[in-house]
T-cell receptor
């Protein structure tokens, strides 16, 4: 089965450190989403790309978060500097085609900022 | 702006039925339903694209009332495996903006 691959699965680091999370979408999928999940906020959309172009990153704190798609097989989400409130599970999802397509989620990166 | 789901939580016995509702304040292009088990990623269940559309997936089905901007997920003859948190995801008409609902925790007891 084709899967979305996220690395690392777990990350523990100290406040102020840079964190980079990576996502490999399903081959052929042209839309990539980044979500953050916490108990308090549920599933929040941070940013999404179509054909590698950012379409919306309004859910992302601009001063410390950045998202890119260097190529069609890799999406990255960076936090610099990290803060304890960034602790959450970060999911990447990919979808094919245009609107109305199911999203396939990766297993997530569980991030803890001490 | 986040779609509101009701109920927030529900406990069932095996074999009982449940309905989960999703209500949006925005005009919708589509509604997606996902189930997430503890410690796992959300898993896609179904998409509804048209007003009044209904779909079925084994003993799980859903409806979408475009005019009311609401969708409902129906779980019949529930099984232990149905336990988890159910999310609706909505795409607004006119944009590709995608927002997940508040979630409904469902637990099925033997």
């Amino acid at each position: 089965d084709a899967r979305v691959t996220q690395t690392p699965r777990h990350k523990v680091t100290e406040m102020g450190q840079e964190v980079t999370m990576r996502c490999q979408p399903i081959l052929g999928h042209n839309t990539v989403f980044w979500y953050r999940q916490t108990m308090m906020q549920g599933l929040e959309l941070l940013a999404y790309f179509r054909n590698r172009a950012p379409l919306d990153d309004s859910g992302m704190p601009k001063d410390r978060f950045s998202a890119e798609m260097p190529d069609a097989t890799l999406a990255t989400l960076k936090i610099q500097p990290s803060e304890p409130r960034d602790s959450a599970v970060y999911f990447c999802a990919s979808a094919s085609g245009g609107r109305g397509q199911p999203q396939h989620f990766g297993d997530g990166t569980r991030l803890s900022i001490l | 702006q986040q779609p509101v789901q009701s109920p927030q939580a529900v406990i069932l016995r095996e074999g009982e039925d449940a309905v989960i509702n999703c209500s949006s304040s925005k005009a919708l292009y589509s509604v997606h339903w996902y189930r997430q088990k503890h410690g796992e990623a959300p898993v896609f269940l179904m998409i509804l694209l048209k007003g009044g559309e209904q779909k079925g997936h084994e003993k799980i089905s859903a409806s979408f009332n475009e005019k009311k901007q609401q969708s409902s997920l129906y779980l019949t003859a529930s099984q232990l495996s149905y336990s988890g948190t159910y999310f609706c995801g909505t795409e607004s008409s006119g944009t590709y903006k995608y927002i997940f609902g508040t979630g409904t925790r469902l637990k099925v007891l033997a």
